[in-house]
Structure formats: structure tokens, C-alpha cells
């Protein structure tokens, strides 16, 4: 992966998209110093069937807050579309291109745009648009004349718009952040704070389910890339 940048952004669906494999790569990022922020697209208010969802806001985004703090990261924003029918067009590319413009990354991440995870495993709908419409997006915002009404990157320093996005569990892999053990400890804490939507999922105690789904996501890619934990993404250049 490229390591020539100091601002990555990452934009997905739910609370929870990062720490389920990409938590590990920031990790290893903002303890080198970079500065990454995060977007979700939704409050993950359709994600714990016993919860009203207007509660289940309320603790996913709290979830999200403290699960980002984990990994270094201080800032989280919701653009509050609704979970599970969010719907890719013009709408979600004008507020992902805000959120670039505000942010002015040089890498964003997002969460994988292609119908499955590989082989017959479907993704899901929020996941595909959420990653397309990012793909889109960041070449919208480099071009003032598309959503004019945005405000200019300004500020400090200079952006030369995004130069890469780096799709996280795309099936099509094309590099890879090596993960070392003080990294993945965080990665494990961080997902580990999602202690309500876990506990939908599994009754496996939340610490062990959160460390045994890191390992095995931070193996996923050690055959191809050097036998090392990592984290994979498909790389796209601007």
C-alpha cells in the first residue's frame, strides 16, 4: 500500500463496517501518524432486531464513537441515511463529495462495492451502493463545477484531491497493510466495542468473539501477500 500521504478518510454504510477487518490498517496508520477520520453513511438503526430503532441509533453511534477512539480516531460523523435501504444516485454522491471536500483526504477507504465477498457469499445492498457511490464521489469533488453549492477545499496547506481509494473485503484484493501485534490488540478492542450489536449475533463472550474474528480477518490475506497478518484492499488510483 501506498504510504506517501497524511489525511485518509473512510466512508461506509453501518457502524461496525470498519472494525470488521479495516480497524486493523488504521491502527497501524495512526500510530504512524496520519490522521484518519470516519464517515458512516447510516446510524445502524436497522441492526439489532430487539432494539427500537431509534434506540439502536443511539447506542450504535455510541458504539462507533468509542470503537473509533480504539484505533486513534477522534473523529466519526453520521450523514443519517436510512440503514438498509440506502439508496446510490446522486443524493449520497453529493454528501460523500462534501465530506471529502471537508475532509480533503488523500486516500479514502470504503467498504466492498462487488455483489459478494467471493464465491456465492452475497453482499449486501447498503455495502455495494455505500462502495460505488464512493468511487464516484471523489472524483465529484475534485471538480468544482459538480455540486457548486459545496464550499471550495480551503484551509491550510494544499489538497490535490484524492489519489487513491482502498476498497476494504473486495474478493479482488490488490495490496495489503501488514499488520504487527500492538495493532491488532487495538483492531481487537475496537471491535469489541460493539458490545450491543455482537451481542445479536453471537453468545460467544464479546472479547473472544472480537479476537477470533480479527485473527482470522488479518489471515485472510497472508498466503498472498508474504505469509504476514495484513489487511487487504483493492486499490483504485485517481
Known amino acids: 500500500m501506498p504510504d506517501d500521504w497524511e489525511r485518509a478518510l473512510a466512508v461506509v454504510a453501518h457502524p461496525d463496517d ?14 504512524a501518524g496520519k490522521q484518519v477520520a470516519y464517515v458512516m453513511v447510516t446510524r445502524g438503526e436497522a441492526g439489532i432486531d430487539g432494539l427500537d430503532p431509534a ?36 443524493p449520497l454522491r453529493r454528501d460523500i463529495a462534501a465530506a471529502v471536500r471537508k475532509w480533503r ?43 457548486p453549492e459545496q464550499p471550495v477545499p480551503g484551509g491550510e496547506g494544499k489538497w490535490g484531491g484524492v489519489r487513491w481509494v482502498a476498497v476494504a473485503g473486495s474478493p479482488k484484493a490488490t495490496h495489503a497493510v501488514e499488520v504487527r501485534e500492538e495493532a491488532l490488540g487495538r483492531a481487537v478492542a475496537s471491535l469489541a466495542e460493539h458490545r450491543a450489536y455482537i451481542g445479536e449475533l453471537s453468545d460467544e463472550p464479546v472479547e473472544s468473539y472480537a479476537r477470533s474474528f480479527t ?10 501477500f508474504g505469509g504476514r497478518k495484513c489487511v487487504a484492499f483493492e486499490l483504485y488510483s485517481r
Open 55 to 90: 434506540e439502536c441509533a443511539r447506542v450504535r453511534e455510541a458504539e462507533q464513537h468509542a470503537s473509533a477512539r480504539r484505533v486513534g480516531v477522534d473523529t466519526v460523523e453520521f450523514l443519517g441515511h436510512r440503514d438498509g435501504v440506502i439508496e446510490e444516485g446522486v
Open 105 to 147: 483526504p488523500e486516500l479514502v477507504v470504503t467498504i466492498n462495492h462487488r455483489e459478494s465477498w467471493g464465491g456465492t457469499t452475497w453482499n449486501t445492498p447498503d455495502h455495494r451502493a455505500v462502495g460505488r457511490a464512493v468511487l464516484d464521489a471523489v472524483g465529484d469533488a475534485g471538480n468544482r463545477w459538480i455540486f
Open 215 to 224: 485473527e482470522w480477518a488479518v489471515g485472510l490475506g497472508a498466503e498472498r
Open 18 to 31: 470498519m472494525e470488521y477487518g479495516a480497524a486493523a490498517a488504521v491502527a497501524e496508520w495512526t500510530a
